[in-house]
T-cell receptor, first 109, second 113 residues
């Protein structure tokens, strides 16, 4: 059974910092990996989708990498802003999407 | 931009009552999912649905749960006899192709008293 782990569980940084969120998974036979953002009491917003054949994807200040063989992905956020404050979830798809517990990010002005 | 819509946004029910949560997936999507998130906990997979049948289900999705696509647009989750521990946010999601991007609705908050 796929297990998805995210570290750290929480992170607080001053505005402007670059930061890295980590995701690891136990079964490397995946279709893809997707990063989501969740604001309190809200649904999940897709940020980046990386197919199993890809190594990275970029969208604006976000860059996600995938190392399938080692079961790891990172989400890099450049020049963080207070509006980036949210919980970031990693989800891995092998027949169904399994989620990590998330990293709760706070960016202080 | 196309989106997944869910109703109701919040439902309060008494233990033992039946509940139906409704979802309208993105119109050209073929794969449909239900997830739940108990307050403060992980998003958990419940069930996936493709070609008018369940393709995968988790251990959470027991005989009290059922899904249906009654027409070309709606996708429903029924809980037959709700328990206190069914209180959670229920999310519907859909994908266009098997390896595509998963889009979520805003969720239906279920409170069982």
């Amino acid at each position: 059974k796929q297990e998805v782990t995210q570290i750290p569980a929480a992170l607080s940084v001053p505005e402007g910092e670059n930061l890295v969120l980590n995701c690891s998974f136990t079964d490397s036979a995946i279709y893809n990996l997707q990063w989501f953002r969740q604001d309190p009491g809200k649904g999940l917003t897709s940020l980046l989708l990386i197919q199993s054949s890809q190594r990275e994807q970029t969208s604006g200040r976000l860059n996600a990498s995938l190392d399938k063989s080692s079961g790891r992905s990172t989400l890099y956020i450049a020049a963080s802003q207070p509006g980036d404050s949210a919980t970031y979830l990693c989800a891995v798809d092998n027949n169904d999407m399994r989620f990590g517990a998330g990293t709760r990010l706070t960016v202080k002005p | 931009e196309p989106e997944v819509t869910q109703t109701p946004s919040h439902q309060v029910t008494q233990m033992g009552q039946e509940v139906i949560l409704r979802c309208v997936p993105i119109s050209n999507h073929l794969y449909f999912y239900w997830y739940r998130q108990i307050l403060g906990q992980k998003v958990e997979f419940l069930v996936s649905f493709y070609n008018n049948e369940i393709s995968e289900k988790s251990e959470i999705f027991d005989d009290q749960f059922s899904v249906e696509r009654p027409d070309g647009s709606n996708f429903t989750l029924k809980i037959r006899s709700t328990k206190l521990e069914d209180s959670a946010m229920y999310f519907c999601a859909s994908i266009g192709t098997r390896d595509g991007e998963l889009f979520f609705g805003e969720g239906s908050r279920l409170t069982v008293l």
